[in-house]
């Protein structure tokens, strides 16, 4: 049994109060006590060595998986981006393919179109042609919606893009055309004294001051409207703008056969 004592002058001395005696200052064990104390705190060590060991290696192995699992899902993402980017790069070329195919078909349409209209030089030539150009009576509503009138002027362009194309390709065919800029920064509809488009209505235009503060000093040409002319047998572009043409090029007017 465990004694506690003090230290004094003449040895250990036994203190009345036990382990909460104030004057104890060490405790006496037999060697059974020694020895069972000895063993609980091997045994209390090496557990708790074995309880770090393996959470040591709990930890290990998650991290392993987590990276096993992070390897696999990045595995399978760059297939899925590399199977995305394939597709992407086969409809490229499709689309590329196509493009070509369509230019190819729509050059030879416009030099067949330009040679029947005795348009020169053949290959060169836009294959747009002014058909007529007058002034019209044009009725709109003001800012007020008072019904108002107007002069304008109405230019008919005729293109190289015969009947039998459909409508939803020439449409963007030919306004891609009449307003892509050449190297220089001109628009095919320059060449004729039209410097502005406003794609709506003649009313909207002259309380827009927003785009422009003053719309007079310009020719702007109104949102186009489309027609197809089954007696030249070409599809046409009908502008309304506010000015008159500027002198038209020799090259674009309509040619006698």
């Given at each position: 049994m465990a004694r506690f004592v003090k230290d004094g002058a003449f040895g250990y001395k036994a203190v009345p109060g036990g382990h909460s005696d104030p004057e104890c200052t060490h405790v006496i064990l037999t060697k059974k006590e020694y020895?069972?104390?000895?063993?609980?705190?091997?045994?209390?060590?090496?557990?708790?060595?074995r309880a770090k060991y393996e959470a040591e290696r709990a930890i290990n192995d998650a991290r392993r998986g987590a990276q096993y699992t992070a390897q696999q899902a990045a595995a399978e993402a760059q297939k899925k981006v590399e199977a995305m980017e394939a597709d992407l790069a086969a409809e490229r070329a499709e689309s590329a393919h196509q493009r070509a195919l369509n230019a190819n078909l729509l050059r030879i349409s416009r030099e067949r179109a330009n040679a029947d209209r005795k348009?020169?030089?053949?290959?060169?030539?836009?294959?747009?042609?002014?058909?007529?150009?007058?002034?019209?009576d044009h009725q709109y509503k003001d800012g007020n919606r008072h019904v108002k009138r107007v002069l304008l002027w109405k230019t008919v362009i005729q293109s190289p893009y015969v009947v039998d194309f459909p409508e939803e390709q020439v449409r963007e065919q030919i306004l891609e055309e009449l307003l892509r800029k050449n190297e220089d920064g001109y628009r095919l509809i320059d060449r004729l004294g039209i410097n502005g488009i406003y794609n709506k209505g003649y009313g909207s235009m002259i309380e827009d001051k927003r785009w422009c503060a003053e719309p007079d000093k310009y020719n702007i040409m109104?949102?186009?409207?489309?027609?197809?002319?089954?007696?030249?047998?070409?599809?046409?572009?009908?502008?309304?703008?506010?000015?008159?043409?500027?002198?038209?090029?020799?090259?674009?007017?309509?040619?006698?056969?």
């Open positions: 020895d069972q104390i000895y063993r609980e705190k091997a045994v209390a060590e090496s557990e708790a060595s348009l020169k030089p053949k290959k060169e030539h836009t294959g747009y042609v002014v058909v007529v150009s007058e002034e019209t109104l949102k186009p409207k489309f027609r197809v002319n089954f007696r030249s047998g070409y599809w046409e572009v009908i502008c309304l703008h506010t000015k008159p043409l500027d002198v038209v090029p020799k090259d674009m007017r309509v040619c006698e056969k």
